[in-house]
């Protein structure tokens, strides 16, 4: 419903800072009769990608790293570091596990290993204690961890595990195993240590005669959620995201998820080229949906185009979707899911453009395996939405590129070799309902910058990438009239702006959120990376930290189903100030409010306005708001977001730094626009009379 006629220009109220604030008022215009589409439910997603132990250490239970020995068990001397991996980064190092009893208590026995290519076999002594051991691991007073081993040897081995949280003889739990047999035996055992740790250790050894084996080991806490954490997962169900991207990244380009399904104990671990990092491949398909479910999102699955082919993907779509009697979900039922999981959107590959990408090509080349791909997935579901991994002309350049891309810049570019969005649109049209697209940011420092002009800049910066996505899209609009008609949508589902996670950058989170509100009649989905950076995460605790906060807030008033209004004013987007580094597009997001930006929508029922205005000064603000075609009244509510300084932060075991406040807000009073603050207000709506 349209509320024209309603009080001409309707009534002007102040949104205004507490008396003798020297800051002039921003004049901002709402029109509730210029309407965008509503906000969809995926908005606020969240990517994750096994970066080596990113998920490990975050969402999944496991507290033990390389569980089923796929590096030799040496003394720390003897270890070699991981390779580069191909964009010259560092390899991922893990927790190791150390031989007790001597350097060469433990032999690697490569003959009939119980998963992978190896496993420990310790000859045991009748007087010294020999086996191996992993430190590092945390736990928490009076909490109960539960445990197996698959073991085999001689029946005259005595073997033991251990827990051991402390220097005395007081402060370690052991549990006495069963006998070893020739075969492969389960032994399960559960501690509840006396005290907190940061750096316990497992311990499992033997004394005796003979020798035994250890097939693969876990440790959890007893609280998991098959096989996920009880507490990350909660603060993930609270957000809401709609539809978390999994697993995706790199890392997809040479995971071939067939190795994944079935026992989690018989999966071979297998090595992660993209980040050089080891992956035990406990995490498969069944479980990223189980994780689905605990958190209550939709999934949004990537196949691997890298090294994977077109009857890989075809038959992970028949896995996840396919009826139990089809040849992939009668495994899927065979692994406990008869049903299927009705996995709805569907990513083909992860920035195949990119030169540090394993299975890199052409693009000539790409569209031409994005169509089979494309093709193939459907014949097995053709209910399925598809999305093609794409880059607009500031995304995709060569390797060492330095560039700070403008519109006029990228013109040229669009229908070039690096312009995989317009590949897609010209040669791959009918094979795609959306384009994927990725940013990321990260902050420079102007030491020579005010301290105000200084957090303006770092506040704008990331929301600019945004606002260059969109401008792109629109002229991909122009050229190609038929993505409108065809309800062709954009995903910016990998995202974010690397550096320190406090309340300055939520300030920077809160302005890209609200940059995305200003497209949603094609920007239907995004994904920040990751999900699990919304936590502040120790491996006894979690908390949400100020960037999660953020989607918090933003998720809560501005979630599916509100209509963005269109919001205007007398004060533009300067150019960005202070220019810095590379990477940071020349376009100037945000509303025509400066200082402020400044964002309004109704909520889904009609019946309320909400505000959302960001204030990245250090001054309170004073904020005149004009409406139209809609009309306020009565008492309203707000929802500040911020902190005691730039600096606060979220983390486990202190007090909130940044918090979210309600207060109430009445139209026509002065209302405080905190300085260095997200703030959200909502009013009534007056409705016509019948």
């Known amino acids: 419903m349209r509320y024209r006629g309603m009080l001409a220009a309707c009534a002007s109220w102040m949104i205004a800072a507490s008396a003798g604030v020297a800051a002039e008022p921003v ?117 109960r961890y539960d445990g197996y081993l698959w073991l085999s040897g001689d029946a005259g081995a005595k073997v033991e595990v251990a827990l051991v949280w402390g220097p005395g003889p007081a402060d370690r739990q052991v549990v006495a195993l069963p006998a070893p047999g020739a075969t492969w035996s389960r032994a399960a055992f559960s501690f509840t240590p006396a005290a907190d740790a940061t750096d316990a250790r497992l311990e499992i050894t033997g004394l005796g005669s003979g020798a035994f084996r250890v097939g693969t080991v876990s440790l959890m806490p007893a609280d998991n959620i098959r096989g996920w954490r009880a507490d990350t997962t909660a603060i993930a169900r609270s957000l809401n995201s709609g539809m978390w991207r999994l697993p995706g990244g790199n890392f997809l380009s040479d995971w071939d998820w067939h190795s994944a ?50 009857n890989s993907a075809a038959e992970e779509v028949e896995y996840l979707n396919g009826p139990a ?17 009705g996995v709805k959107f569907w990513n083909i590959g992860n920035e195949p453009y990119g030169w540090w990408q394993i299975g890199k090509t052409s693009l000539e080349y790409f569209m031409i395996k994005h169509n089979a791909f494309a093709e193939a997935m459907r014949k097995v ?43 897609l649109l010209a040669r791959s049209w ?41 401008e792109q899209w629109k002229i991909y609009q122009t050229r190609f009239p038929a993505m409108k008609d065809k309800n062709i949508f954009l995903s910016i589902d990998e995202f974010a702006y690397f550096g320190q996670v406090n309340l300055k950058s939520a300030l920077a989170y809160a302005m890209v959120l609200q940059e995305m509100l200003r497209h949603t009649d094609f920007l239907t989905m995004s994904a920040f990376t990751t999900g699990a950076s919304t936590m502040d995460i120790t491996p006894t605790d979690a908390v949400l930290n100020t960037t999660g906060l953020v ?36 376009v100037k997001a945000g509303s025509p409010t400066y200082p402020l930006d400044v964002i309004a929508g109704l909520s889904p029922d009609g019946k309320s306005l909400r505000v959302g205005v960001v204030n990245a000064t250090f001054t309170p603000q004073t904020v005149t708001l004009d409406l139209k075609a809609l009309a306020v009244k009565g008492a309203g509510r707000k929802w500040v977001l911020s902190g005691p300084s730039l600096d606060a932060q979220n983390k486990v075991g202190a007090p909130a730094g940044v918090t979210v406040t309600q207060s109430p807000a009445r139209a026509g009073r002065s209302l405080v626009v905190s300085p260095t603050s997200a703030t959200v207000f909502e009013f009534a709506i007056q409705q016509p009379k019948s």
Do not use: C
């Not at 009697?325 to 999981?341: D, Q």
């Not at 770092?458 to 990438?465: E, T």
């Not at 918090?552 to 987007?573: C, I, R, S, T």
């Open 325 to 341: 009697t089809s040849a992939w979900g009668s495994r899927r039922a065979a692994n406990g899911h008869p049903e299927p999981y």
């Open 381 to 423: 579901d053709p209910s399925i939405t598809l999305i093609g991994s794409g880059a607009m002309p500031d995304q995709g350049h060569p390797k060492g590129t330095k560039e700070n891309a403008s519109l006029e810049s990228v013109l040229p570019k669009f229908g070039g070799e690096w312009d995989w969005t317009g590949g």
């Open 27 to 143: 004049r901002v215009t709402i029109d509730g009769s210029q309407r965008a589409a509503a906000v969809t439910k995926y908005e606020y997603g969240m990517f994750i990608e096994p970066i080596g132990g990113l998920v490990a250490r975050t969402l999944w239970a496991e507290m033990l790293d390389d569980r089923k020995f796929y590096y030799p068990v040496v003394p720390e001397a003897l270890d070699k570091p991981p390779p580069m991996n191909a964009e010259g980064r560092p390899g991922v190092s893990y927790r190791k596990w150390r031989p007790i009893g001597g350097d060469d208590a433990v032999i690697m026995d490569a003959k009939d290993a119980y998963v992978g290519a190896q496993t420990p076999r310790v000859v045991v002594d009748a007087a010294v204690r020999k086996g191996f051991s992993q430190a590092g691991i945390g736990l928490a007073k009076n909490k």
């Open 261 to 310: 399904i079935g026992p989690r104990d018989k999966r071979p671990p297998m090595f992660d080229y993209a980040w050089s990092a080891m992956q035990p491949d406990d995490i498969g398909m069944d479980e990223w949906m189980d994780l689905t479910k605990i958190i209550g999102v939709e999934p949004y699955v990537t196949v691997n185009a890298g090294l994977g082919d077109a």
């Open 551 to 586: 989607f918090k807030l933003y998720g809560e008033h501005f979630g599916a189903g509100v209509v963005p209004v269109a919001v205007g004013g007398q004060a533009p987007q300067p150019d960005p100030r202070f220019p810095v580094g590379f990477n940071h597009p020349k």
């Open 430 to 470: 009918g094979n795609f309902d959306g384009i994927s697209e990725h940013w990321y940011d990260q902050p420079e420092k102007r030491p020579d910058a005010p301290a105000d002009a200084e957090l303006m800049e770092y506040a704008r910066s990331p929301s600019n990438q945004v606002r260059m996505k969109a």
